[in-house]
């Protein structure tokens, strides 16, 4: 009897070691699994921000006071203003400084010399122009492309005045979607001033000379 309880005392005991090894061998299994990563296409990419004609904003983009559109170069733009949404494609093709600008002048009309000022530069530049795009706000207007869209400024971005010249062909056209003209103005400038610049319709900025 002796002999039969030790017997049974020992196979208990190996079982309960076999479980035992069981469970630890299972909680080591589970704590070697490696955990899910976080990639990186579960974050979003930031997005650039936009003006509202679709480039982004800048202030010295081309076309701007600070970066005027350089002579003899097409620029093209479009915006909306209180007539309406209005593109265009604008260049200054040609420019005469000086006493050239004074030769050609006197050349037109013999009595443009006294609209000179003592100390000013009388600078003649050709204005090309075509309206790309036109929604006015009332649908039958035109575009009246002319001097009344223009402001002039010197190098210190102080405003000039035009100089009436007699004989000249002048930029004024009655423009629909579609239209372009060509034509020429005239201003003066302080001698000193290196540059003169054109603000065409308050918002586009393009360098004569």
Known sequence: MKKLYISIITAILCISLTNCSAEITS??????????????????????????????SDSNALGTRMNPVPFNQEFSTEYTQNYGTIGYTIKISEALRGQEAVDEAVRLNKYNIDNVSEGMDLILFK?????????????????????????????????????????????????????????????????????????????????IC
Request: proline share 6%; glycine share 4%.
């Open 127 to 207: 204005v090309d122009f075509k309206l790309d795009t036109y929604i006015p706000t009332d649908p039958n207007d035109s575009f009246l492309c002319s001097v009344v869209y223009c402001s002039f400024f010197d190098d210190t971005y102080s405003e000039i005045e035009t100089c009436p010249i007699a004989g000249m062909e002048d930029l004024h056209a009655e423009l629909y979607e579609g239209g372009s003209t060509s034509g020429w103005l005239a201003i003066q400038a302080p001698a000193e001033s290196e540059h003169a610049f054109l603000r065409f319709d308050d918002t586009t900025w393009l360098q």
């Open 27 to 56: 909680s080591e299994a589970s704590q070697s699994q490696p955990e899910a990563s976080v990639t990186s296409e579960q974050q979003p990419a930031p997005s650039e921000a936009v003006s509202s004609n679709g480039s982004s």
